[in-house]
């Protein structure tokens, strides 16, 4: 499947915001969002202008699929799911998003980024319910229990991404057994459970147009 392999701190740059696609690194001051607070490129410094219309909801859309590591037909597959379900559509394109299995691990803190979470679920040391699941596309529910596999344990990125993730605990809509290495969804996620600014709004203008 195809995937975005460029420098992923540019992505951050180019939104003006902190997508978290680094891990630990985002979170020191050494992160190239805070030492170069503008877009990348030669003209950078002089490209950051105020975006109105089509601009304003193109960024937020670019925003939020970086900050999930989606493609662009990925992205629209779930925009169209959330378009066919009951409520308002853009919160329920949020709450699909959440709901993937490689979120919900990097939400419990198994690994210190998404992009690292896929890799723990594509190489099959994620369990769901007791069964291996290496999709990272996967949907968890209400119920659902996930566990790390016994051999990844003691693994010096998970112990790291532990460590890190420790000060910021998990959202309420999950619960995390640290000490074995589970965790399970205690509820669905809510608007409110979403690490960055985002105005949905925008995105549904867009692919309504």
Partial sequence: MARYLGPV???CRRENTKLFLKGEKCF????????????PGE???DRRKKLIGYGQQLREKQKVKRYYGLLEKQFKNYFKIAERQKGITGENLLRLLERRLDNTIYRLGFASSRNQARQLVKHGHIRVNGKKVDIPSFLVKVGDEIEL?????KNVFVESSLSLSSGRGVPKWLSLDRDNFKGKVIDLPERDDIGIEINEHLIVELYSK
């Fill in 9 to 11: 701190c540019k992505l």
């Fill in 28 to 39: 020191k001051d050494s992160c190239p969002l805070n030492i170069r607070p503008y877009v």
């Fill in 43 to 45: 003209h950078g410094r």
């Fill in 149 to 153: 596999v016994e051999n990844m344990r």
